[in-house]
């Protein structure tokens, strides 16, 4: 059917998705907004309003922060003599920080 004939209160326009055109009382708006003709119109897919649940992850019991103690430790350095490696005599010495 040509597309060019005159109804009273109608106006041609264009689908926004194949540019073919169609009366205004042919045109439907889809749900993105477009207005589109019966061949390109489609329904809004039910899983778009699925809304997930969030899960509640946790521990059944848990055990509180340790505190850190700190403790100042003495060492103490040990010096070999060189003589002992030949003589076979302990020499040594200590040296306390």
Not at 72 to 81: A, E, G, N, R, W
């Amino acid at each position: 059917m040509k597309k060019n004939f005159f109804i009273s209160g109608e106006w041609n326009l264009t689908c926004d998705v194949c540019s073919k055109k169609i009366k205004a009382h042919e045109a439907k708006t889809r749900w993105d907004g477009f207005i589109v003709c019966e061949d390109d119109f489609e329904h809004r897919h039910a899983q778009d309003f699925v809304k997930a649940h969030t899960d509640k992850i946790s521990v059944p019991f848990q055990r509180p922060i340790q505190v850190l103690i700190f403790t100042s430790i003495s060492y103490i350095t040990l010096y070999v003599d060189e003589d002992y490696i030949e003589d076979h005599t302990p020499q040594t010495y200590f040296e306390e920080f």
